[in-house]
């Protein structure tokens, strides 16, 4: 399978669309201008109130709304980031106060908030969710930095292995690596691709990621809060970090800066694929040439077709997201008909799971799948949505077709799915769904002949029009329209038709077909 990144800059925003085989499955934009929280981002924030019937507090991270974090979202060693919040002065070494901290001190499980928080106080956060709709952002205080094979743990002291990692002698291996290289009070999970890597490439990772941490220590000593002390690395970089393996097959951007960021990251992390990335120097705008606005287009309406006239309609609430599967012309009776209705449905769980990931459709899904009467038919349907959701990277949850036929799908929702708005305003109503009548639709065409033949002293035109108002314009021998504009001044009028043109639009032009000022 072919796997392309392409990487659109404008100076608004930057769009990343992955494609597999050349259609498009996942879609990420960035905009440029003043961001707002944004998942992963680490604040120094100030706890607003709290909220003991919920066991959880507000907290002011200086965005529109305030972030929610649960009490269990504290984390164990929570006690050890307050120690470390509250503290922190810029009149301490910072590196030998936070190795003194000690993270022996595990938070109950079943305590209050109340006896934890206080409003006021500064906690260090980082953003879980980002705001959706009229809620904020979740928040957890464990924090996490993200790095392409581990994951750095601040206030924690154990080294965890990736499950995916199958062998016993390379999880011991990893582990005994990561405690010779860990400095005190750190801990790290080592994820799946850091298999089979080198001492030194593990030991480049983690310094890196230590530094980040360390780089935000100033700001909490300023005691300045709510401030932003760190986020990910650029959206770009992230969705590259996640997704970048050996099935890649080439990464194209149009501009040279990032570029050249992305070239630079994909040398530090995986240095053999590096000539992947190319810059687009088309004159055809990149998006176009690789058809992704076509196909963005097609998958985001709220119809969505699939195959041999199947088709989709997508619905979004504000507590879920609605699938209808239709047969639309594809419909056959009798003994094909239950064959048919598996069909239609196995369609249809393709372009299903492909519109959750493009969409990042989170919470809750129903789907309405076509009726069938067979248990083995639902059964293989409900293992063929599985398969097709197994590589979906964010957390969801597939249960059985209940007895009408709807199967309900649970998928992490961590920021507002995508939308985007594939209808235009139409060019002869301007939105407002009326047009002028057709009883003088002949005033405006005339007007307009009457200045480029007295002002503009044109005495052949030629006058496009679609080919029922063509119909109506020279309809009758002696009296037709044309026929005493052409008498009245005194002009050669000749008319074509042009099906793409709306009912009442129309267009002059030179006799030669030139178009008019």
Not at 278 to 284: D, P, R
Not at 408 to 421: F, H, K, L, S
Request: hydrophobic content about 40%.
């Amino acid at each position: 399978m072919d796997k392309d990144l392409i990487i659109d800059v404008t100076p608004a925003e930057i769009t990343i669309a992955l494609l597999e085989d050349h259609r498009i499955t996942e879609l990420n934009k960035e905009r440029n201008e003043s961001r707002g929280a944004m998942l992963a981002d680490v604040y120094l924030g100030k706890v607003k109130k709290l909220i003991p019937t919920l066991n959880a507090a507000f907290v002011d991270i200086g965005d529109e709304k305030d972030a929610f974090i649960h009490y269990l979202d504290l984390g164990f060693n929570f006690e050890a980031f307050d120690t470390f919040a509250k503290q922190m002065n810029p009149n301490r070494d910072f590196k030998s106060f936070y190795s003194s901290i000690p993270i022996g001190s595990i938070l109950e499980k079943e305590g209050k908030i109340e006896n934890v928080l206080k409003p006021g106080q500064p906690i260090i956060v980082q953003i879980v969710k980002e705001p959706i709709s009229t809620k904020g952002s979740r928040l957890t205080a464990e924090i996490s930095i993200a790095g392409r094979n581990i994951v750095l743990l601040p206030f924690t002291d154990k080294v965890s292995i990736s499950q995916k990692i199958s062998s016993k002698e390379e999880k011991k291996r990893l582990e005994r690596l990561m405690y010779s290289i860990l400095p005190p009070n750190y801990g790290v999970i080592v994820r799946t691709a850091a298999e089979g890597k080198m001492a030194a490439v593990l030991d480049s990772e983690l310094k890196v990621l230590i530094k980040r941490w360390e780089d935000s220590w100033p700001k909490i000593a300023a005691g300045k809060f709510p401030k932003l002390l760190f986020t990910e690395n650029s959206r770009t970089t992230t969705i590259l970090r996640d997704l970048l393996n050996d099935t890649f097959s080439n990464i194209y951007v149009n501009d040279a800066q990032v570029y050249e960021e992305v070239k630079n990251y994909i040398d530090m992390i995986l240095p053999e694929r590096e000539k992947i990335v190319k810059l687009y120097k088309g004159a055809e705008p990149i998006m176009d040439h690789f058809e992704v606005n076509r196909q963005i287009k097609s998958a985001f309406g709220k119809v969505v077709p699939i195959k041999q006239g199947a088709y989709l309609v997508i619905e979004h609430t504000e507590a879920l997201h609605v699938v209808d599967v239709n047969s639309g012309t594809r419909v056959k009776t009798g003994k094909d008909q239950e064959q048919n209705a598996f069909d239609v449905n196995c369609h249809a769980a393709d372009e299903i799971a492909r519109q959750l990931k493009l969409r990042d459709m989170g919470g809750i899904v129903i789907v309405d799948f076509i009726d069938m009467d067979k248990a083995e038919n639902r059964a293989a349907l409900l293992k063929h949505m599985q398969d097709l959701m197994a590589g979906d990277r964010a957390k969801h949850n597939i249960l059985p077709l209940t007895k009408f036929g709807l199967m309900q799908i649970t998928r992490q929702r961590v920021r507002p799915a995508t939308e985007i708005d594939t209808q235009e305003t139409c060019p002869m109503c301007h939105g407002t769904g009326k047009i002028s009548s057709t009883i003088i639709i002949d005033e405006p065409i005339e007007r307009q002949l009457a200045f480029y033949v007295k002002e503009k002293k044109m005495k052949s035109l030629l006058l496009k029009v679609n080919p029922i108002l063509e119909a109506y314009l020279t309809k009758g021998m002696f009296n037709s329209f044309i026929r005493k504009w052409k008498k009245k001044y005194g002009c050669s009028i000749k008319v074509e038709t042009d099906s793409d043109k709306g009912l009442i639009e129309f267009e002059w032009l030179t006799d030669k077909g030139e178009k008019l000022a």
